[in-house]
């Protein structure tokens, strides 16, 4: 009888046991949704953070086709309302320097539009200092260009794109 109680009471803790070990974590998609707000804000506050205040003053961050400069900008990179759900780009203007920052959302079935208007970016970029400005043919041609595991297309051509790119990326992993 003491034997039948032990291993009744062994196989109660074991069932315990393996019900404690059984909880799964939450997945991704019992997360809430982050808005296309949330988004715009992340992108903004991660460029601007892995920035020095010289280039967030003098590359300043567009946040909606509203913005005084979108118009100039968000057209080389290929980004409209239609395509992109959210987005913070700084880009210089000027063609004398190989300078862009983008961090975009595509909209739902539009990410391989918007990653060839980035890489037409970067290609346009190229040929632009190819044979103009050595140093910055060599910014151009070190972009980096990934797509992130949320979908989020992260753009750096910069002095420094390495780290620039490391600190966005971390800033938008958390």
Known sequence: ??????LSLAALMLIAALAGCSGQKPQES??????????TEAYQSAIEAARDQEMNEAVPVITSSSDSMADMILPM?????DN???YA???SPMNIKAYGI???????????????GVQGFVDQQKQNFEQ??????DIANAAKVETLEDGTILLVMSEGQDAIFDSIKDALSQ
């Open 77 to 81: 990179l290929g980004i409209t309302d």
């Open 1 to 6: 009888m003491k034997r039948i109680a032990t």
């Open 132 to 137: 103009y400005l050595a140093d910055q043919y």
């Open 102 to 116: 983008a961090a975009i959302l595509p909209a739902e079935g539009k990410s391989d539009e918007v990653l060839e």
């Open 84 to 86: 992109t759900t959210a």
């Open 30 to 39: 019992d997360a809430p949704a982050k808005t296309p707000e949330a988004y």
């Open 89 to 91: 780009v700084a880009v």
